[in-house]
């Protein structure tokens, strides 16, 4: 316990770290340097730099439309990562539950979102509602599939430990299955997270007057390509630091799930 | 002291039948069980066992030949397909009921396996059956633990635990965890307790180690204990009586007492009717038609 929740950061993790930054910065120097070189046309693939200076003057007017689609996002990513703990449980604990339910769910997660957002559109009107909905509809699935397989791959003489001990179902679901589907539920969480975006964008780019999917349709509708890039590089930088605050949270809550790391560490 | 009935082709004693019919003074009493795992194995058949209060019993016998069985029925983990459990005079499964609910007498249980939960420290994980037993859990809630985490501490110190109290699981060996986990199975102070082959994975050293500490957490509150183990030596140095058992379909070819003195000791277990012991017992195995893993 005495070490495991502050971040040390060690020599090898620097080393990690600079290699990943390295890695970010090569590529845009890539991307910058070919696209001098072949003498792409801004219409086509704007340079990283002329992005960020796009990124820089249009900030104040990208400002809303960031927060709305960050807000979409998660209000969608709550919802659908809620639903998907409920529904991951039942499946999970019952073996019943999961034979009947899988095969609607697999059903359910094959059909193309797109399809699904002129639904939402007819059901609530265009803007934030159908976007949110969509955001949660796509980051379900991922979360009840990770649930209900932690819950179900729970081993059996720790249940028969509990069982004589006069544990209830709930007693078992509390104690032992919740806890142990922590990493699973954060594993599935970092990807519903990103998916959560590209379900808000999806929905904003089809049916909405706000968001930054709707600022790249227009762009794009404009010819203002660079503008298109700097909306996706927004979309790309909310979806990093996302991810990297549940990854913060895994280490932090799930620590004794990755003691490889910490005994590398010690 | 010994029964001299060990070459006898018999494979029923008659001196089990005496215990079939509901003997008063028994805590657990398997009758006429049979079990049959779906259309399948035929695990157990005609099966008989009582166990007085307070006693010590080991099942020995290859692997495969229904020990765990009967310990799961004991348990009221499995239901048998006729017959009757009865644990402290109540049976343990009526007909039709899915999960075989357990009667009023506190149970504990250990595997071969630790099955420590990973996020909690040893202290809590020895601590769990509180959190769940009925008549702790609700102390358990309403705070009033600090007393319960002394007992806790006090079980592990006993163990040899001292100061590990708040490691995790996996920062311990697994010689250490399996005495946690005999912590975990009598920290609600049970009236039965049911071992399933909880040294099989040890190095022979912390075994014996083990073994004289269960002897003695046994003295001092003298649970009923029914042990599953294939190693004979084991069983002689722990158990009160031995029942040897016949694989598929299970059945208790022998039961025997054993009279050594307690406290037992290491040097006991080399003394030569200890050995004699052992020989015997192995050879009622080995007429059996059965293989076993020698000690």
Sequence with gaps: MKNSLSVVISPEQVRQLSLSALATLGFFLLWEVACLGFHVSSLVLPRPSEIAQVLWIKFPLLLPHATQTLYTTLVGFVAGVVAGIALGAIIGSSKLAYDVAYPLLVGFSCIPKVAVVPIFVVWFGSGTVPAILTSAVISVFPVVVNVATGLASTEPELEDVFKVLGASRWDLLLNVGLPRTLPYLFASMKIAVTLSFVGTVLSETVAANKGIGNVMMIASGNFDVPLVFAGLFLLAIMGVVLYALFALMEFKLTGWAQRKNELAMA | ?295
């Design chain 2, 1 to 295: 002291m010994q029964s001299s009935n060990i070459h006898e082709p018999e494979l029923t004693p008659s001196a089990l039948r005496m215990n079939t019919h509901h003997n008063p003074n028994a805590v657990i009493e398997l009758s006429e069980v049979r079990l049959q795992y779906g259309s399948g194995t035929l695990a157990l058949d005609n099966t008989n066992l009582a166990l007085a209060q307070g006693d010590f019993v080991s099942l020995v016998g290859p692997s495969g030949c229904g020990k765990s069985t009967i310990l799961k029925l004991v348990a009221g983990l499995l239901k048998p397909t006729s017959g009757v459990v009865m644990v402290g005079s109540k049976e343990v499964s009526p007909a039709g009921k899915k999960h075989p609910k357990h009667s009023n007498m506190r149970v504990g249980l250990a595997f071969q396996n630790p099955t420590m939960l990973p996020w909690l420290s040893v202290l809590d994980n020895v601590m769990v059956p509180l959190k769940i037993v009925t008549p702790y859990r609700e102390y358990y809630r309403s705070k009033k633990h600090a007393e319960y985490r002394d007992r806790a501490e006090d079980l592990l110190a006993q163990v040899g635990l001292k100061g590990f109290a708040q490691k995790k699981p996996w920062q311990l060996s697994g010689g250490m965890l399996q005495r946690a986990s005999l912590c975990r199975a009598l920290i609600h102070e049970p009236q039965i307790l049911l071992l399933d082959e909880p040294f099989g994975a040890l190095d022979q050293f912390t075994r014996e180690e083990l073994w004289s500490i269960l002897q003695n957490l046994w003295l001092k509150n003298k649970p009923t204990v029914l042990l599953v183990t294939h190693d004979l030596r084991e069983s002689a140095y722990l158990a009160n009586r031995i029942c040897v058992m016949t694989s598929r379909p299970g059945r208790i070819l022998e039961d025997r007492s054993v009279g050594f003195a307690r406290p037992r000791t290491i040097d006991m277990s080399y003394a030569p009717e200890f050995s004699e012991l052992i020989q015997e017992l192995r050879s009622t195995i080995t007429h059996a038609n059965v293989e076993v893993i020698p000690s």
